[in-house]
């Protein structure tokens, strides 16, 4: 999984409350992302970031956050989960326009 | 509105038989396109790289195709085993920000 850590990797919360993710690399890649997979649907963007305390919207951003505050971490945070954000969320990195590569992913459950 | 559509949705065939995949995209201004194996469970991994002037590129028992004046890629897979099943993705690349755009995926199942 070239470097790239998730944290944690099984998480149940209950609905209303903050859920932080973790991807942590040792790539150095400039590029990081946040997907989340459903059933039916590819793998839709979150947010990404282009480099430290450069982050940017994706296609389902609503309720959702980033911080990136050094290049290894970036951190994904659920203000208020909701049942629609139950999912399994995987993080990737890219140094620039090569292959992306994936952590295990995150399976959270919102009940 | 930039997309990557693939066909099938799903396909199950016997090991040892051959298969295609196809996608096709919508995507500009185009970078490169990419098969990805995603394994039940794990995160996909890169199995191929296609540039805009390369008509076909091999690795192992994949070999993907790109026709960029139809907008078409096709992964065929040859004697199937039973490792190949999982889904496989489309993903164009594209943009100043090397946006990537991604297909739903085909769930290859292959039956002993």
């Known amino acids: 999984d070239a470097g790239i850590t998730q944290s944690p990797r099984h998480k149940v919360t209950e609905t209303g409350t903050p859920v932080t993710l973790r991807c942590h690399q040792t790539e150095n890649h400039r590029y990081m992302y946040w997907y989340r997979q459903d059933p039916g649907h590819g793998l839709r963007l979150i947010h990404y970031s282009y480099g430290v305390k450069d982050t940017d919207k994706g296609e389902v951003s609503d309720g959702y956050s980033v911080s990136r505050s050094k290049t290894e971490d970036f951190l994904l945070t659920l203000e208020s989960a909701t049942s629609s954000q139950t999912s399994v969320y995987f993080c990737a990195t890219r140094r620039g326009d090569t292959e992306a590569f994936f952590g295990q992913g995150t399976r959270l459950t919102v009940v | 509105k930039n997309q990557v559509e693939q066909s099938p949705q799903s396909l199950i065939i016997l090991e040892g038989k051959n298969c295609t995949l196809q996608?096709?995209?919508?995507?500009?201004?185009?970078?490169?396109l990419r098969w990805y194996k995603q394994d039940t469970g794990r995160g996909p991994v890169s199995l191929t790289i296609m540039t805009f002037s390369e008509n076909t590129k091999s690795n192992g028992r994949y070999t993907a195709t790109l026709d960029a004046d139809t907008k078409q890629s096709s992964l065929h897979i040859t004697a199937s085993q039973l490792s190949d099943s999982a889904s496989y993705i489309c993903v164009v690349s594209a943009g100043s920000n090397y946006q990537l755009i991604w297909g739903a995926g085909t769930k290859l199942i292959i039956k002993p």
């Open positions: 996608c096709n995209y919508t995507v500009s201004p185009f970078s490169n």
